[in-house]
Nanobody, 116 residues
Framework: QVQLVESGGGLVQPGGSLRLSCAASESIFKVYAMGWYRQAPGNQRELVAAITSAGSTNYADSVKGRFTISRDNAKNTVYLQMNSLKPEDTAVYYC??????????WGQGTQVTVSS
C-alpha cells in the first residue's frame, strides 16, 4: 500500500559521491524507521543505514564516516548521501519503510556502480 521510489543511482568513479533519494507515497513522519539496504551479487542483503522517527541513526561499520542518512518529512523523502565511494560499495540499494506490524515495504532498488 506504500510505494517507495528510489532515484540517484548510477556509475561513479572511486572517491566520488552520489545522493540517493527515496520518495514515499505516504507520510513518513511517524514511521518507526526508514532505512537503506544493499545487495551485491553473491551477497546477502545488508543494512547500510537507518533513521528513526526520533532522528536516531545507525550505520554499517563499512560506511561509517562516509555515508549520511537523513529525512525530509515534508517531502516524505529519505536520502542517503554517499561520499568517498569505493568499489566495494557497488550494489543494488533498496529503500525500506519499517513501521512494524503497521506495515513494512521495499522499493524496487537502484543500482550503484563504483568503478574506474
Amino acid at each position: 500500500q506504500v510505494q517507495l521510489v528510489e532515484s540517484g543511482g548510477g556509475l561513479v568513479q572511486p572517491g566520488g559521491s552520489l545522493r540517493l533519494s527515496c520518495a514515499a507515497s505516504e507520510s513518513i513522519f511517524k514511521v518507526y524507521a526508514m532505512g537503506w539496504y544493499r545487495q551485491a551479487p553473491g551477497n546477502q542483503r545488508e543494512l547500510v543505514a537507518a533513521i528513526t522517527s526520533a532522528g536516531s541513526t545507525n550505520y554499517a561499520d563499512s560506511v561509517k564516516g562516509r555515508f549520511t542518512i537523513s529525512r525530509d518529512n515534508a517531502k516524505n523523502t529519505v536520502y542517503l548521501q554517499m561520499n568517498s565511494l569505493k568499489p566495494e560499495d557497488t550494489a543494488v540499494y533498496y529503500c525500506h519503510y519499517n513501521n512494524g506490524r503497521a506495515g513494512q515495504y521495499w522499493g524496487q532498488g537502484t543500482q550503484v556502480t563504483v568503478s574506474s
